[in-house]
């Protein structure tokens, strides 16, 4: 060992300066299932309190779903605890088959392969399907994972501005040359909250002959009328050759993602796609309960039903009681501050309201867009939302930002 | 557009296909324990084989008291947690597991990662810069690998366990010059490196062969250096307590950082963690992409390896029983005549080093022994080096006795078929 | 001179701004480490200039810093001939 004084100051410095800066992250501990409501102990062996919870990707409420549950318990009982080994030696169950099996008709796909995480899928996809000939051009939005996956990958990067169709023409022209396109979106983006112009792109990669890429993570399981995603909201199922997505949000919440589309682009992913072939894939009692989120989206569109008319009231509420959120329509809601201490603050006095919410600032976002994000669930019922709402008008009238523009805004806190 | 890449695509499948390089899943009906129900091909009926190629090393991943924890688990918190660590995704458990980890280790804190490949690939850039350097040995495993991939640091890699050639790496990253003049002309201006960082497997995956841990941090010292290890095949099993090859090779404490798994010998489910200097562990906190961007260990998974940790510190049995078994396979299988690397590790590799066609051995072998009734994996090149296709077989401590006698004796008739052995 | 001046700064503009932003871009704006530019986003730039004044820009050259503002990336070009 020589970890030294030296190298101890390093990493010190580093971390005093993120405290400075107000970046560092701090965890809240919670003390029971994930909820509309939860027990928060914060900071760390503090005494719990009852907060609403607005900001889990639990936007169907399946997280700790009795009917999950006890799907997760058969798992456990009838495929044990792990697998203790990679999917092709022998970590394959039947049941991991039919989760892929099942997922690949609930996003209308040719064939579908799991991977331990979403992170994972995009992590290994690129570099397991493109070669140094092909290119790859990106919202420049898309998801972290997505740009450590393309880091890997060997094909060109190039970036397009964030849904602006006309860039990402100019960007197809240029590559023209390529053996392959990929355009690379996310269906929902998770910091605005916005769905990708998907009808747009699939008529472009048409034009130009490019494969249509997309992590669908904020959406699968409740955007488009039975909920499969942004490609039933857009219209275009089975045009989009590569679907990314995970099983951690609205899915069960758990663990899990997969790449699902075309089925010899899977089928490579199963050969040469690293985070596949080095890594145990999700465990049986995960794969159950996956399997058991599946069976109850596909009976009832209840639950998604449920979580729009909360948006609708949400963004409904917010906006005539005086704040100003980014439009759209997914339950992806940010109430936008500009400063990073404001939202800060802000999220600091919800907090004492008992309504869980957190602030976002630079880097995460653009300078000048601190945002609190809040993020709606079919878990809430409505007396949660009342409650909610009448604490962010609460926290908007004390700090004075009540119908006031966003240049009003800024000109009293700064940017 | 797709039609074309779909020609492109089946064009490359058949050549995967036709260098025998097509990795095929077997499909198992059961739970996994040392016999399971397999149905190979896909839909043909199934049958009972004895599993020698899992990392189940010490039977947990259907240990009843692993499911019954997993199960109290899920009653008390719940199927998932919808969320990052950092925003709403951590749980009292957590903090509790990664306490446990801190202590078995006795080291300063513990980070949990969604995997063990997730951990790697999210430690090197997080803790070292384009100031820094990173040794590498050349033998360790692919998520390492990624994990320098994406890490800005210089890098130097050393003949495999090669304390020589690591040492001249150590020199060469101290006066910062490459090892090898890849780009003449570029960087003639030497540039030492700021922090140092050695990065190994604690056990090689494919030889069972143990890291010389107790060499590699007396060079780590030397040269100021910090030492990171990857004990994914031995946490649990391998020293006195179980606490990997560092514990065997008498260094604990020495290590700076250790990555590990929750998905072989402690449980199997998922899951993997860092845990080393506390600063260390608060960056990766900070910074790290993968526990940043990705849900943790789900709550179930969490329960069961508080419990898997508990299990390995109220008794030694298993440990012991895994090694008599792992003796008793590697004597028997040496008097046959078998070819194996020597050593203590229950991965078991039998090569077929005197022999031509020895990729192709190597698969007709495992066939055999899977129609004997033993399930057991073939390895070749690119897996492999040229020449050392094996056999890789995997002791768990939930085999009987019956069992491995059962083995030995399928590779005894196999062996002779196919003249192997006299 | 302030012709590759300002084929980079009109390229910067067009190519890295939203119609919605409000930022000014000058010749000392810090384009990456301001958050305009992204790494990836960078490679583009570079694309651009390779092209455009027919040079190869070896991957040790084309740091963070070299093109963290239009000046400095002016004198990374003046390494290669360009003013």
């Known amino acids: ?415 | 557009m797709y039609q074309r890449v779909r020609y492109d695509l089946n064009e490359e499948l058949r050549k995967i296909k036709s260098g025998g390089l097509y990795k095929e899943e077997r499909i198992i009906l059961s739970d996994q324990k040392p016999g399971i129900s397999v149905s190979y091909p896909v839909g043909s009926e199934s049958r009972e084989v004895l599993n020698f190629c899992s990392n189940n090393y010490l039977g947990l991943a259907n240990h009843p008291r692993i499911i019954e924890a997993a199960h109290k688990s899920l009653d008390q918190y719940g199927f998932g947690m919808a969320s990052v660590r950092f925003i709403c995704g951590t749980q009292d458990i957590h903090k509790k597991l990664e306490k446990k980890i801190s202590a078995f280790y006795e080291m300063e804190d513990t980070i949990l990662y969604s995997s063990c490949f997730d951990a790697n690939g999210g430690l090197f850039e997080t803790i070292l810069s384009s100031e820094d350097a990173i040794i590498t040995d050349s033998l360790n495993h692919a998520s390492i690998i990624d994990g320098i991939r994406l890490c800005k640091a210089k890098r130097y890699i050393y003949d495999h366990s090669d304390m020589k050639s690591l040492e001249k790496a150590l020199k060469a990253a101290r006066e910062g010059v490459d090892l090898f003049d890849h780009h003449p002309g570029l960087d003639k201006e030497p540039n030492p490196a700021r922090n140092i960082m050695i990065a190994t497997d604690g056990v090689f995956s494919m030889d069972g062969d143990i890291a010389k841990l107790d060499e590699i941090v007396e060079l780590a010292k030397e040269y100021d250096a910090m030492v990171m290890v990857d004990d994914s095949h031995a946490t649990g099993f391998l020293g006195e307590k179980g606490r990997g090859s560092i514990e065997y090779c008498d260094c604990l404490g020495e290590v700076d950082v250790i990555t590990s798994t929750l998905g072989k010998a402690m449980g199997g489910a998922s899951g993997g963690f860092i845990t080393g200097k506390k600063e260390i562990v608060d960056m990766l906190r900070q910074r790290s992409r993968p526990y940043l961007f990705s849900n943790t260990v789900a709550p179930a998974i969490v329960g069961a390896a508080l419990e898997a940790f508990d299990i390995l510190t109220e008794s030694n049995d298993l440990r012991k029983k895994l090694m008599e078994n792992t003796s008793h396979f590697r004597k028997s299988i040496s008097q046959l005549g078998f070819d194996i690397t020597p050593g203590v590790h229950p991965i078991v590799p039998i090569l077929f080093r005197k022999f031509e066609d020895d990729a192709q051995l190597s698969q007709v072998f495992s066939r055999d022994l899977y129609e004997e009734g033993i399930y057991v994996i073939g390895f070749f090149f690119p897996v492999v080096p040229k020449g050392q296709s094996r056999i890789r077989v995997q002791i768990s401590a939930a085999h009987t006795t019956e069992q491995i006698d059962k083995a030995i004796a399928a590779f005894e008739k196999v062996g002779k078929k196919h003249k192997v052995i006299k | ?83």
């Open chain 3, 1 to 83: 001179m302030s012709d590759l001046k300002d084929v980079i700064l009109e390229y910067v503009q067009e190519e890295y701004l939203e119609d919605d932003d409000d930022i000014e871009v000058t010749y000392d704006t810090p384009l990456i480490s301001g958050g305009i530019v992204d790494s990836f986003s960078m490679v583009s730039l570079k694309r651009f200039l390779e092209t455009r004044y027919n040079i190869q820009i070896p991957d040790s050259k084309a740091t963070p810093q070299a093109f963290d503002t239009v000046n400095n990336i002016i004198k990374l070009m003046k390494e290669f001939g360009i003013e």
């Open chain 1, 1 to 415: 060992m020589a970890f030294s004084e030296a190298h101890r100051n390093i990493f010190q410095t580093e971390l005093n300066g993120l405290k400075e800066q107000g970046l560092f992250k701090e965890e809240r501990i919670i003390c029971a299932p994930q909820s509309s409501e939860i027990e928060v102990s914060f900071p760390f062996g503090a005494e719990e309190k009852r907060v609403i919870n607005m900001c889990a990707n639990n936007y169907l409420g399946l997280s700790s779903h009795p009917d999950v549950v006890e799907a997760a318990r058969k798992g456990l009982d009838h495929r044990g605890y792990g697998m203790s080994s990679v999917r092709f030696i022998c970590g394959t169950q039947d049941i991991h088959k039919q989760l892929e099996q099942k997922l690949t008709e609930f996003l209308g796909t040719e064939d579908t392969i799991l991977f331990p995480s979403c992170m994972d899928a995009n992590c290994g996809v690129f570099e397991a399907v493109l070669t140094d000939q092909d290119v790859m051009i990106a919202d420049r939005l898309v998801h972290a994972s997505i740009v450590d996956g393309m880091r890997l990958a060997k094909a060109q990067q190039d970036t397009y501005k964030h849904s602006d169709m006309e860039h990402l023409e100019k960007k197809l022209e240029l590559h023209q040359d390529k053996r392959l396109k990929v355009i690379i979106t996310d269906g929902n983006f998770s910091m605005d909250g916005d769905l990708a112009k998907l009808d747009k792109i699939v008529e472009l990669a048409e034009k130009y002959n490019a494969l249509v890429f997309m992590d669908d993570s904020h959406a699968s399981g409740f955007i488009g009328k039975t909920g499969r995603g942004t490609h039933e909201h857009c219209n275009v199922i089975g045009k989009v050759d590569i679907i990314t997505t995970t099983l951690g949000k609205a899915l069960g919440g758990a663990s899990g993602g997969c790449v699902s589309g075309r089925r010899e682009l899977v089928e490579m992913c199963r050969q040469k796609a690293r985070p596949y072939l080095f890594s145990n894939t999700i465990a049986p009692v995960v794969v159950e309960g996956a399997l058991a989120v599946l069976d109850l989206i596909s009976r009832s569109t209840e639950r998604r039903d449920k979580l729009e008319k909360n948006t609708e009231f949400w963004r409904k509420g917010l906006t005539e009681g005086g704040l100003i959120i980014k439009e759209g329509e997914t339950p992806i809601v940010p109430v936008m501050l500009f400063n990073a201490k404001l939202a800060q603050d802000f999220a600091k006095d919800l907090y004492e309201m008992g309504i869980y919410a957190i602030g976002f600032f630079f880097p995460v976002v653009p300078k000048g867009q601190a945002r609190i994000r809040t993020q709606l669930s079919a878990a809430h019922d409505m007396h949660h939302l009342e409650k909610a709402l009448d604490a962010f008008l609460k926290v908007g009238k004390k700090h004075n930002i009540l119908h006031k523009t966003k240049q009003e805004i800024i000109d009293m806190y700064g940017q």
